[in-house]
Every structure is written in structure tokens, then in C-alpha cells.
């Protein structure tokens, strides 16, 4: 690598470039609301009509063989739709982070269709699968859509695709701050202000745009007695391990699905989802109040929670499918089922402990709300999305010091049992080994250096620095320095590389792993 001599340089983005990167996203969050909002709008009335439906066949069971070929028939269209594009299956959100991190590129007009078609038809039709995945993917397509109209630069079309994933979560959950710290958190893993103020006023209008279609009742709104009180918090506490060992076991089940799918179903992977498309047949002719994503589910038992036996069948009926539903590759997500069977997981706890009379019967709703974070935190390794995620869902502020106590909790437990972020490991199982890339169009990756890297204390030149790369500068504070070998690295600094664009997700990988390497 080159290097030049070092000097201090004011900050490399003017106030207007970073005023018209904020107004440009929040034209982007105006567009993703009335895309996401119409998806969400489409799946609730899907899922009102296919309860209707399953009523009427309670009472005329002839015609069950007509709609058990109309599910088939759905199961075959959604999964041609994913056959055509694979980028459309699962959640979309590994696809997204592949494609802020380099390793995943595709065409954003047919992903953005097949997925919002696939996605009302799958979610719709009541099979265990969230919205809120798909909003993003969609977000951040049309976000992807905006930059190559508008003929953006590679640094400018990462920042609008992050914040179309912002505003797509914005729009499902009705939840702006928490859906732009779950992208900067665990989809781009990076504070870059220009990300985050480009993503937050996305997420801000495209929440403004989904109050119009829904209203401003919290998506989550849970009627509760009273704040929890401190002599409750060893239960929190325990309640955090209990919701990261089952964490940990949710990740090891869903991500061998793929592998057991392929074992038992001996049909091609793309007609995966008539098993999960028939199997909810006999579900909603049974149980129609347990079909969807778990949000009904989560306010029903809030509401009026059920006895043990009744939850822990429930927790059973809603975990099986859940599996079965995402593992088919069906477009759908994981994030609002991991809420729901987390808001589960919190009643039986507290269930258990008010039959042992170690529980006050009052504070059941409270272990419900904070469950719900616990859960997602242990699964996604995101505590801080977690915590204000259920803090906007449920509309108050009263239970942010039992979340975070619990999010840390179950974080640490599945760290701890070896769990990885469950949208990373997805991503993982999608996209090919990486190759170095030379040549192509000049790209910048930002690298943040965290407090106890190995890069902390050493200089420039004590590392071997991938090839088809320059260190150009260093980011300390609101200085930009440009490095020579003899500079000292420190933590909270941020490297700025340029490399080609196709190799982002080489370069990316490369510096994990180049601490160790030049030891």
C-alpha cells in the first residue's frame, strides 16, 4: 500500500451534502410508506378473509379438497415467484445486509413485486410468518430503485438502501427510532452519521405515512396495572436466561431447517412451501385465532393470558410451524413470530412461578411485555433494537429498565452458549465464499475500530494490507487524518479504504480477520 504524509482536514461532508441526503430520504420514506403500508393493509384484510373462510368450511366440510387445491395452488405460484428470484425468500433481511456489506447485488424491480406479491400471499394466508422482514427487503429496494434513477454514487446508493430498510421496518411497526438503530445495529453494523440521519428521517416519514392508513394506537398497545416493581428484578433476571437458552435452541432449529427439509421432503426446493401451505389447513380449521405473524396472538394472551397446559401447547403449535413456515423458503419473516413466542415464553414463566406462589398474578402482563425483547435480543444479539423496539410498540416508557436488564441478560446467555446474530447466519448460508475482485468502479468502505480491537495500539504499517486496497484516511472525532505508516490507531477511530465495488465483501471480511493474520 502507499502512503502519504499526515495532515488534519475539516470534515469531508459539507452541512448541505448532509441536508440533501436527509431530504432525499425522506422522499424515499414517503414512497416506502405507501408501499409497505398498502403490503401491510393487503395482509391484514388476507388474513380477516381466510379466517371468514375457515369458519365457512367448519360448517361445509365439502368444500375442504377445493380449498386444500387452492392453498397447493398458491404454494406452487409463491414458490415459481421465489424460483425466478431466489433474493425474494425468507425475511429479506440477510439479503439486505449482504447487499450493504458488498457480498450480495440483484436487480431491485423484480425483487421488489415478486416479494410484495409472494409476501401477501404467503403471510396472508396464515402461515407463521412476519411482515416486518419483507417491509424491509421491499424499503430497501425501493430505496435501491431511487438510486439508479436518480444515478447516485456507490456511497449514495448504500445510504438510500439503508434507509429504505429503515423506513419499510418504520412502516410495519410503527416504530422510527427502534427500526433505524435495528438497521444500523444489525443490518449495516455501522454508526456512520450519514446513515443514520439519512435513516432516520426516512423512518420518520414513513411512519407519518403508515398513521395515515393505521392510525396512532401503538401497534403492541398492551393494557398493563402497574410499573414493575425492584423486588421483581431476580425474576427478571431469571426470566433472561430462561429466554436465552430458548434462544439459543430457536437458532440452532431454524438454521438446520433448510437441512431437514431437504432430508424429508423429497421434491424440488422450490415446491417447499406446499408442506407449510397444506400442514395450516387443519390449523385454522382448529385453532383460526393462532394463524399470521403472532400479533393477535400477543395481545389476546396480554389480554386474558391462559392457563400452563394451554401456552406450552401454544408454545409448541407456534414454534413447529413458525419452523416449518420459514424453513420452506417461503417470502416471509422471523421477526414478528420471535415477538409473539417470546410474549408466550414470558407468560409461561410467569404461570410457572404463580402456581409455585413465588409470583405476584399482577405483574403477568409486565413479564409478557419485557419476554418479548428478552426473546429478540437473545436471537437477533440486538439488545438495543430490542429494547426500544418494544418500548414504541407497547407505547410507554415504564419498562425500559426491566427490558434492558433483560435484552443484556439473554444476549450474554446465548453469546455465551455460542449463538452468532441470527440474520448473519442466514446471510451466510446464501452467498458463495468471497473472492478478491480487481478492477470495476472505485468504492470506500468505512471501518469502524471498537474499543478492544486488535487494531488498537498498533501502527499503520504493522499490518498487511489486503491487495486492490488504499487506507486513504482515518476518521477521529469530526478531523480526517490522512495516514502514514507510523500512524498510531486508536479506539473510536474509523478507517476509510477505497477499493473496487465488486469487492467490498472481500475487503470487508479481510479486515476481521487481519489482526490475526499479522500476528
Known sequence: MQWRGEVSQGRPKSDHTRLTLILKGGLIGILVGLVVSIFRLSIVKGLQGVAFAYEYLTIHIWLLPLWAALMVGLAIFVGYLAKQHPEIKGSGI????????????YAWWPALWRKFVGGILAIGSGLFLGREGPSIQLGATVGQGYAEFSHETEVNRRVFIASGAAAGLSAAFNAPIASTLFVLEEVYHNFSPLIWTTALASAITSNLVSTEFFGLTPVLHIVYTKALPLRMYPHVLLLGVFLGVMGFVYQRVLLKMGDWYAYLAKIPSWLYGVVPFILVIPIGLWAPHLLGGGNAIILNIAAQTPGLAILLGIFAIRFIFSMISYGSGLPGGIFLPILSLGAVLGAIYAQTMIACHLFP????????????????????KAPFTAILLITEMVGTLHHLMPLAVVSITAYLVVDLLGGAPIYESLLHRIVKPLVPHSGGKLDRIEFPIFAGSAFVGHQVRDFHWPKNSLLIAIRRGE???IPHGDTL???????????????????????????????
Open 94 to 105: 440477510p439479503q439486505v445486509e449482504g447487499q450493504l456489506s458488498g457480498i450480495l447485488e
Open 479 to 481: 478531523r480526517e487524518i
Open 489 to 519: 490507531l486508536i479506539a473510536g477511530d474509523t478507517l476509510i479504504i477505497t477499493t473496487n465495488h465488486h469487492n467490498r465483501g472481500f475487503l470487508l471480511q479481510a479486515l476481521r480477520h487481519l489482526p490475526d493474520a499479522s500476528e
Open 361 to 380: 398474578e399482577s405483574d403477568l402482563t409486565n413479564f409478557i411485555i419485557i419476554a418479548m425483547a428478552g426473546y429478540f435480543a437473545g436471537i437477533g
